[in-house]
């Protein structure tokens, strides 16, 4: 009897202890939630005032710019339902029936623009006031004022503005080295601040999507897209000129540009960064032009094919494609086929590094490149000239001949010459390449003109048949468009 009354006691007590742990781990298990949730909120919490404090902060040096630019166009002359540009009949209509006055158009365009001084100094793009005739800024207070251009640079597409306006809010510049893939940002606009009763300037959320993009020089005239920041905070048609800002209320880039099929908002979105522009800030409140330094070459990148070829370990450096007359590649020595291996000390990893350090580097500073020829390393001391408004691109032309490699060529002629618009003198025209050859492959299209073969020069068709005739394996074609291996199949 004692027994049972023991284990019943202790039966008893393990029923009440476990209750007792269970009940504290659900208990422990219930706070440990409530912390996790208290500690999300306090996160979000901190997360929403950052935002509204960059809205608030940076909103109030951010500004609205309308642009109104005149055009003047001629009516095009029809006559009997057709236009005619043969001259005798144009004098004889124009005599008869007088001139025909030409039309003014005018142009409203809208951009945005961020203080970077008190006394009233705006930056901005470009593109956002090129042309103008008329440029009028207005300030998140609603106040309006005439804008006159201090400096701009297309390459860049950055432009300085000035206000007659004192003591304004403005805008901290930070550090665009220091951004992280991931990192929020704050894109900032004031597109519509002319024709809103509230001014205030709109701001739109998202993280840095990708540093050092590149966007196609079609996109612009002469602008070099060569090192923007990517984000997927919305930019509008309009937001061109605003800030991209940091948490901390910093601009570290100056938006730019979207890439839409639609012209709407797609979830790409680029900027500028903020240390491009302080790199020429000062000249161009000055109002002076903008040197970027040049080479003279044109290059690309090393693919599988090249690494291989060239018997390289790594896909890095910058196939030497081309040597402008008298530029300073050319006075230093350095050749077609050439890898740029280092530029000034630094390691070259592709075209894009390339092309960015030099245009920054100072004009007429002396800085040694290094080039892997023959699989030889060789030194070179080049001064950086001035990259000249215009580069005419120097390369050379070409008629027909049978199938090689998958494609088929001809020497040069007026009717390829302008159905192809061909610059080049000498050299065959590649005007077939069957699908999935070795030419096709590589990259060859049509309208390509062969140059070079082997390092051999190709003036004609009958250099063309010469060499390929005997060649075995992979061969080097270098092309108006750059190098292309083609391998054998």
Not at 89 to 100: K, S, T
Not at 134 to 147: C, H, M, N, Q, Y
Not at 366 to 387: A, M, P, T
Request: proline letters at 3%; hydrophobic letters at 40%.
């Amino acid at each position: 009897m004692r027994k049972r009354i023991f284990y019943l006691s202790l039966l008893t007590i393990g029923l009440i202890v476990g209750i007792a742990v269970s009940t504290k781990l659900n208990l422990l298990s219930s706070l440990s939630a409530q912390s996790l949730n208290t500690e999300s909120l306090n996160t979000a919490s901190s997360l929403e005032e950052a935002f509204i404090k960059v809205a608030n902060t940076v909103g109030k040096a951010v500004v609205s710019i309308s642009t109104e630019r005149t055009e003047k166009l001629g009516v095009k002359r029809f006559y009997f339902g057709f236009p005619f540009e043969d001259d005798f009949l144009r004098r004889f209509f124009d005599d008869f029936f007088g001139e025909f006055p030409e039309r003014e158009y005018k142009q409203i365009g809208l951009g945005s623009g961020v203080i970077i001084s008190s006394e009233g100094y705006i930056l901005t793009n470009e593109h956002v006031i090129d042309g103008a005739d008329k440029i009028t800024v207005s300030l998140p207070d609603g106040r309006e004022f005439k804008a006159q251009i201090k400096g701009k640079d297309p390459r860049s597409d950055l432009a300085v503005i000035k206000i007659d306006a004192s003591n304004l809010p403005v805008a901290t510049l930070g550090d665009s080295n220091n951004l992280k893939i991931g990192q929020w940002v704050v894109a900032v606009g004031n597109p519509f601040g002319f024709a809103l009763e509230n001014t205030e300037p709109t701001v739109t959320v998202g993280v840095i999507s990708a540093l050092h993009r590149s966007l196609r020089r079609g996109l612009g005239r002469d602008r070099d897209y060569n090192d923007l920041i990517q984000t997927d905070a919305a930019i509008n048609p309009g937001n061109s000129g605003g800030p991209l800002v940091n948490l901390k209320g910093e601009v570290v880039g100056i938006n730019v540009a979207i890439f839409s099929t639609t012209g709407g908002y797609q979830g790409i979105g680029f900027a500028i960064p903020i240390n491009t522009a302080k790199r020429i800030l000062n000249r161009l409140i000055e109002g002076k032009k903008i040197l970027y330094g040049w080479l003279g070459v044109t290059v690309q990148d090393i693919d599988e094919k090249m690494m291989k070829y060239f018997g390289l370990s790594e896909k890095k450096g910058a196939l030497v494609a081309g040597v402008l007359k008298d530029s300073p590649a050319q006075k230093a020595g350095i050749k077609e086929g050439d890898i740029i291996v280092k530029f000034d000390e630094t390691r070259i990893e592709n075209v894009r590094q390339l092309v960015d350090i030099v245009g920054k580097t100072e004009v007429g500073k002396k800085v040694k490149v290094v080039v892997l020829r023959d699989k030889k390393e060789i030194n070179f001391n080049v001064e950086i000239g001035q990259r000249p408004e215009e580069i005419e691109e120097q390369e050379e032309v070409r008629e027909k001949t049978n199938q090689w490699r998958g494609m088929e060529v001809e020497e040069i002629n007026p009717q390829l010459v302008r159905r192809f618009n061909l610059k080049e003198k000498t050299g065959v025209v590649v005007t077939y390449v069957e699908p999935g050859s070795c030419a096709d492959e590589a990259g060859i299209m049509p309208g390509d003109v062969i140059l070079e073969i082997e390092r051999q020069p190709i003036k004609n068709l009958q250099d063309y048949e010469r060499i390929t005739r005997s060649l075995r394996g992979m061969a080097m074609v270098k092309t108006n468009r750059g190098f292309f291996i083609l391998e054998e199949k």
